[in-house]
């Protein structure tokens, strides 16, 4: 297996808020033998860098920016993230895990419940009908989670987590289109308290800053068979920003309130496109619209300079003659 497609949204509340900011195919020369497009949503030609209409990156480019996330402490959620970091190749502290399918589980049960049938018990809503998407993943994943705080805020978690197990008996753990369970709190269900925010989030050993909520944030991860994963963001106000590194001047991923989603897309994919500009400039490489492949550039004189200067100076050290004593 290999990594296909990473897709990164955001989670923090406002505008932006589900927004996708990273939405990269990772580009491949290797002949794929079977795409799983049932289970990984990538249709053949996708990552040809000949006939992809997307955007494709290396996959170290892919791997530097979830790298940068886990060095800022980002706790990530999702559904299945075992499976995910290892076809990913990345190693993430168990402290920074936040795993719905561990959350959603009782310890004495043999079953691990889809995120299929969480979303539609939970959100009523039917998703992966046809096919998985790494950005509903994401989506949904994340909103489970909120769920989850929600009903654990109220009290009621335990309570509802014995319902799914015995709806899933029911249903055979399939959920049944556009039939949904009763909604939490139900009739006669205490509750103790109203819907959850998001609570401070900091790396151990930090304290949270009780002023400051924590900016969450959702990476999917498409391999060939299905993944997503969430981020969520350390509260410190400075490392907010959920993106791989500081905008360039005069552009900022906080769009206002009028502005439609549409637009801030558009400033978002500017952004990147700029970032990966300029990796692909210190990596020697031009940049190409999508659909193309990284052509490497000609060493500058000053590289040629810094490249080959090192062999000069052994080579001149090995001419020195010094006078005996």
Same mark, same amino acid.
């Given at each position: 297996m290999s990594l296909a497609r990473v897709s990164v949204l955001r989670g923090d509340e406002g505008p932006l808020e589900y927004v996708p900011? @990273?939405?990269?195919? @990772? +580009?491949?020369?290797e002949p794929v033998v !079977?795409? *799983?497009?049932?289970?990984?949503?990538?249709?053949?030609g996708d990552l040809d860098p000949n006939v992809s209409k997307h955007? *494709? %990156?290396? *996959?170290?480019v892919a791997y530097k920016r979830l =790298? %940068? *996330? %886990? !060095?800022? #402490?980002c706790i990530f959620v999702g559904h299945g993230l075992r499976q995910d970091f290892r076809i990913i190749n990345i190693l993430v502290p168990p402290e920074q895990v936040k795993d719905t399918v561990d959350i959603f589980h009782i310890?004495?049960?043999? =079953?691990?419940i889809s995120l299929r049938f969480l979303v539609w018990y939970l959100l009523h809503q039917d998703i992966q009908s046809e096919t998985h998407n790494s950005i509903e993943d994401a989506r949904t994943a994340l909103a489970l989670y909120k769920k989850y705080l929600e009903l654990k805020e109220n009290g009621l978690f335990q309570e509802v987590l014995e319902d799914i197990y015995s709806e899933g008996r029911k249903t055979n753990w399939k959920p049944i289109p556009g039939q949904f369970p009763a909604p939490w709190p139900r009739a006669g269900t205490p509750s103790m308290g109203s819907m959850a925010m998001f609570q401070n989030l900091s790396r151990p050993g930090t304290p949270a800053t009780p002023a400051t909520p924590g900016t969450p944030a959702t990476i999917a991860a498409n391999a060939i068979t299905a993944a +997503? @994963? +969430? +981020?969520? #963001?350390?509260p410190n106000p400075t490392n907010s920003m959920m993106v791989p590194l500081p905008p360039p001047p005069g552009l900022t991923l906080q769009s206002p309130l009028s502005t439609s989603a549409q637009q801030q897309m558009q400033v978002q994919q500017m952004y990147l496109q700029q970032q990966q500009q300029q990796w692909s400039a210190g990596q020697g490489y031009s940049f190409l619209p999508p659909g193309q492949s990284p052509i490497p550039q000609q060493p500058t004189t000053q590289q040629q300079q810094q490249i080959y200067q090192p062999h000069a100076v052994q080579q001149q050290q090995q001419h020195l003659h010094y006078p005996s004593q």
């Open positions: 900011f @990273i939405d990269d195919y @990772i +580009a491949t020369s !079977d795409y *799983l497009t049932e289970f990984s949503g990538i249709q053949p955007t *494709l %990156v290396p *996959l170290k =790298r %940068v *996330l %886990v !060095d800022m #402490g310890k004495n049960r043999q =079953r691990k +997503a @994963i +969430a +981020a969520l #963001g350390p």
